[in-house]
Structure formats: structure tokens, C-alpha cells
């Protein structure tokens, strides 16, 4: 969305956006965005509704000259009924029946296989209000305290002066991960050639970082307290982030970092980094013919949350990916 935030006109003197808790940080570092309504996912019964009943109030009385449903989320039909603004657009869904195309002025058609940016961008395309071929990069830019508090924190480690990797391994779809004993046959690569690597994720991934972690004679750093906008200000002193298929490949590509993303039954087409340095990293028909089913787009293979086109990636296939881009 961030790609379309900045493809939107400069007569858009602010933006609002309706959105869930774990984008809410993403939002906040964005330049243009003025007010930030969070939908409360994790309340229920009375609450649930009063908050829904505050939000959708405080919208209502905001009167907005366009509007744009990125999501097919039923909510966002109701959303635009209720708002009326001068102009809303929406993006085709087939699993979305009249009631979700005749709430929405503009419906931009579904093309697949193409870039999420380029997708979201669509929107604004079919409303005229975008002209260029190719969407604009993502935006966003870290606050300076956060800088200030992960640059602290890198002084603290104690690194070299080599180039500085940080590593994203843990996904909340286990079936996105590749084994912790592949990260640890990558790490040990690098930490022989004195390179300095930070495994960064939430509270929730620290408990992979540290399995990881124990793996390696040659122990990276891991992050522990870290919020998105102290990843994001990490990305930004980082030479390389190297991750799975998750929201670290979009906030490298935001803070113009090279990445190298590792993906399994997603589509790469759709989800990989836009606007910046990248490799993808893949198995294919090509490696070998059992791959020939990826992108399944299945939560592992036949729902078993293993999927093996990640399973059965080589470490010295990362690692050579890894040395091309440091130019090492």
C-alpha cells in the first residue's frame, strides 16, 4: 500500500488509513499518512462493536474525496456505503458476489501473476489519478530516536568494520520456514569470512533465533526488544537483509536495502521485493522435477505445514546468493 500512498497526486494533501495492528508501525513512518485507525481484531462482543461503532463515527464525519479498498475484506463494502466519498474504488474478487461491486464506484480488474505494488497501484490507474507504467517505490522512513537507540546498539555489540547481514528466519506460517540447521550452515559461512550477522525478529521469533543461535559454533547477534521501527532503522544500517517469504522483504524494500528473499509455495511474481537491490531465491522444475508444483500456494506440501521446495534448499545455494551480492 505504501507504493500506492506515494503514487496517489500531491493535490492528496493527507492520507488516512484503515488498517490491522501488525501494519499500524508500517503506516506510522509514512510521511503523508495523517490518521491511523486500527481495527480491533483482538476485541470482542460490546467492545468490539463500540470500538467499530468509534472508528466508523470518526470516518463518517471526515468527509474524503476518494477512497480506496485495497483489501477484499467484506467490511470494506460496508465501509464505503457508509462514507460516501466523492470517489471509491475497489479491486475485482471473485469470491465477492453484487453487493461488493455495486458498493464501490470503480471496480480495477484482477490481473495476477504481477507485482502486489503494480496490483495496488491498479486502483489508482483505473481512477485516473496514476498515469506511469511502472508503480513508485515504497516510503518509508525510520523515526530518529529509533536510529539513535539501534545504532547504540551496534556500537554495543562490539562488531567489525566488514558488511553487516541481517537475517530474518522465523514466520508465523511455519510452512514459509527453511530448517533452523540451514541458517546455521549459512551463518557459520559468514561468520568464517568475518562477516557480521544480526538474526532480528519479533518476541515471538526469538525462540527460533536462540535454537539457531545454539546451532552455531560461530554465534550470530540476535535482537531481543526490537519494534518494527527499530527493524526498519537495523534495515536501513544493514548492507544486506536475507529473509523468507514474510514482511521483512517489503521493509528492506522500503528502506532501499538489498535483499535476498527465500521463497517456497508463495508466487515470487506477486510477492517479491519492489524498487531495490534483490535476488529470489527459489527451487524449481529445474533443480528438480518434484518442484515442478511450485508456487502451489498450499500451507505446505498436501497440508502437511512442511513444505519441501524450502526443506530441501541447499545452504550453499543461500550462501553463493549471499557472496554475489556483497561482491565477496
Wanted: with cysteine.
Amino acid at each position: 500500500m505504501t507504493s500506492s500512498i506515494a503514487a496517489l497526486p500531491k493535490a492528496f494533501k493527507c492520507v488516512d488509513v484503515v488498517c490491522l495492528p501488525e501494519s499500524e508501525s508500517i503506516f506510522k513512518m509514512n510521511p503523508r499518512v495523517r490518521h491511523i485507525f486500527v481495527i480491533p481484531r483482538h476485541l470482542k462482543g460490546l467492545q468490539k462493536f463500540s470500538s467499530y461503532y468509534t472508528i466508523f463515527k470518526k470516518l463518517i464525519s471526515n468527509h474524503y474525496d476518494f477512497l480506496a479498498q485495497f483489501s477484499v475484506d467484506w467490511r470494506g463494502a460496508l465501509l464505503a456505503r457508509f462514507l460516501n466519498a466523492d470517489l471509491s474504488v475497489a479491486r475485482e474478487a471473485a469470491r465477492r458476489g453484487k453487493f461488493w461491486h455495486q458498493s464501490f464506484d470503480l471496480i480495477a480488474p484482477f490481473k495476477d501473476n504481477r507485482p502486489i505494488a503494480e496490483q495496488d497501484v491498479d486502483l489508482l490507474r483505473v481512477a485516473k489519478l496514476y498515469k506511469e507504467k511502472e508503480a513508485p517505490s515504497y516510503q518509508l522512513s525510520s523515526p530518529k530516536k529509533n536510529q539513535l537507540k539501534v545504532k547504540q546498539w551496534l556500537q554495543a555489540q562490539r562488531f567489525s568494520k566488514n558488511k553487516l547481514i541481517v537475517m530474518h528466519a522465523s514466520s508465523r506460517w511455519k510452512f514459509k520456514e527453511i530448517p533452523i540447521e540451514t541458517w546455521a550452515n549459512i551463518i557459520e559461512g559468514l561468520k568464517s569470512k568475518k562477516i557480521n550477522v544480526v538474526l532480528d525478529g519479533s518476541k515471538e521469533d526469538l525462540k527460533t533465533n536462540q535454537a539457531i543461535a545454539h546451532l552455531c559454533v560461530l554465534k550470530p547477534n540476535l535482537t531481543n526488544d526490537f519494534s518494527i521501527e527499530d527493524t526498519a532503522a537495523l534495515y536501513e544500517m544493514a548492507d544486506l537483509v536475507v529473509t523468507i517469504d514474510s514482511m521483512s522483504t517489503h521493509l528492506a524494500s522500503a528502506t532501499n536495502t538489498p535483499v535476498i528473499s527465500i521463497f517456497g509455495p508463495t508466487n515470487d511474481l506477486n510477492w517479491r521485493p519492489w524498487k531495490v537491490k534483490y535476488q529470489v531465491i527459489t527451487l524449481s522444475k529445474a533443480d528438480d522435477p518434484m518442484f515442478a508444483c511450485r508456487p502451489c500456494g498450499m500451507d505446505g506440501c498436501e497440508g502437511s505445514k512442511v513444505s519441501q521446495c524450502l526443506v530441501q534448499m541447499k545452504p550453499e545455494m543461500i550462501l553463493k546468493s549471499i557472496e554475489t551480492a556483497l561482491k565477496i
